[in-house]
């Protein structure tokens, strides 16, 4: 299928010469990768960039016996010859269209090149007779998929978050704000991105409220447990428990918290920190 040539310059559709490696298993299929496309926004670029109209048009071209065999984006399908089976693996689904009815093998699937061959020749699917339907009752829905890339980004946040992986989250944002970007300079157009957008607003309020935590003075943070310890510490030194004492001294030095015995007291401070030179009673 030269989709340069019909999709971008815009020629009638048409078939040209290819290798005819399906015929080599009994099976006359034209493939067609980036079967589930829906980069164009407002226009149908479903079967790489064909749209179910040329697509159609281009089916009525082909021999009774040979069926289009569609293998979505992100996705493969692993032909075994030994095994004589089919593996559908990645993301998606492998789709045999023949006559405008679709049959479609969910990943994950194995079946056997038999089953491909009887479905190109009008028989059903023995397996799964229920997804097999015209590939018309889906109308291009271009919105939709921009939506389920921004919900896919905003778990990989999630996940980043929860992990305590900034980087990941930062790249999730980061790929959302591009691709609302992309979409828009496809499309020429604004609609459709008003829950990308408000999802791509929820992430990066998120990660202002951990740069907020983040920024924070460590030394509020550790303080309460620090000066617990010192307190402890005190109570020992008072009875004379020495050993415990330094035992809690010790750990806290090896925390990188640095102690200082004064005759008001004692105070410390972060081992390493700007302010070195102060310390916190």
Same mark, same amino acid.
């Given at each position: 299928?030269?989709?340069?040539?019909?999709?971008?310059?815009?020629?009638?559709?048409?078939?040209? *010469?290819?290798?005819?490696?399906?015929?080599?298993?009994?099976?006359?299929?034209?493939?067609?990768?980036?079967?589930?496309?829906?980069?164009?926004?407002?226009?149908?670029?479903?079967?790489?960039?064909?749209?179910?109209?040329?697509?159609?048009?281009?089916?009525?071209?082909?021999?009774?016996?040979? +069926? @289009?065999?569609?293998?979505?984006?992100?996705?493969?399908?692993?032909?075994?010859?030994?095994?004589? !089976?089919?593996?559908?693996?990645?993301?998606?689904?492998?789709?045999?269209?023949?006559?405008? +009815?679709?049959?479609?093998?969910?990943?994950?699937?194995?079946?056997?090149?038999?089953?491909?061959?009887?479905?190109?020749?009008?028989?059903?699917?023995?397996?799964?007779?229920?997804?097999?339907?015209?590939?018309?009752?889906?109308?291009?829905?271009?919105?939709?998929?921009?939506?389920?890339?921004?919900?896919?980004?905003?778990?990989?946040?999630?996940?980043?978050?929860?992990?305590?992986? +900034?980087?990941?989250?930062?790249?999730?944002?980061?790929?959302?704000?591009?691709?609302?970007?992309?979409?828009?300079?496809?499309?020429?157009?604004?609609?459709?991105?008003?829950?990308?957008?408000?999802?791509?607003?929820?992430? @990066? !309020?998120?990660?202002?409220?951990?740069?907020?935590?983040?920024?924070?003075?460590?030394?509020?943070?550790?303080?309460?447990? @620090?000066?617990?310890?010192?307190?402890?510490?005190?109570?020992?030194?008072?009875?004379?428990?020495?050993?415990?004492?330094?035992?809690?001294?010790?750990?806290?030095?090896?925390?990188?918290?640095?102690?200082?015995?004064?005759?008001?007291?004692? !105070?410390?401070?972060?081992?390493?920190? *700007?302010?070195?030179?102060?310390?916190?009673?």
């Amino acid at each position: 299928m030269p989709v340069y040539e019909i999709y971008k310059v815009g020629a009638t559709p048409y078939w040209a *010469p290819g290798l005819d490696l399906m015929a080599q298993i009994g099976l006359r299929a034209a493939v067609i990768p980036h079967y589930d496309n829906a980069e164009g926004g407002t226009h149908d670029t479903r079967f790489c960039y064909l749209g179910e109209r040329r697509l159609r048009f281009l089916e009525s071209m082909l021999d009774a016996d040979t +069926v @289009v065999l569609g293998v979505d984006e992100h996705t493969a399908a692993l032909f075994d010859l030994d095994a004589d !089976t089919v593996t559908v693996l990645g993301r998606a689904t492998l789709t045999i269209r023949r006559h405008g +009815v679709r049959t479609v093998f969910a990943s994950g699937t194995t079946m056997a090149i038999d089953e491909l061959r009887e479905i190109a020749r009008g028989g059903g699917s023995a397996r799964r007779p229920s997804d097999a339907q015209p590939s018309t009752a889906e109308a291009a829905s271009p919105t939709p998929s921009l939506r389920a890339e921004a919900e896919r980004l905003e778990l990989l946040f999630d996940t980043g978050l929860r992990a305590r992986d +900034v980087n990941a989250a930062v790249t999730a944002v980061l790929e959302l704000e591009q691709a609302i970007v992309d979409w828009s300079a496809d499309t020429e157009e604004m609609d459709g991105t008003e829950v990308p957008r408000a999802i791509l607003r929820r992430m @990066v !309020t998120r990660l202002a409220e951990l740069a907020v935590v983040g920024a924070r003075d460590p030394r509020d943070i550790v303080a309460p447990f @620090v000066e617990a310890l010192l307190e402890q510490r005190e109570r020992a030194r008072a009875q004379g428990s020495w050993t415990l004492a330094d035992t809690l001294r010790d750990r806290l030095i090896a925390t990188g918290i640095e102690i200082r015995d004064t005759p008001q007291g004692p !105070t410390w401070l972060l081992a390493g920190s *700007p302010d070195s030179g102060l310390a916190a009673g």
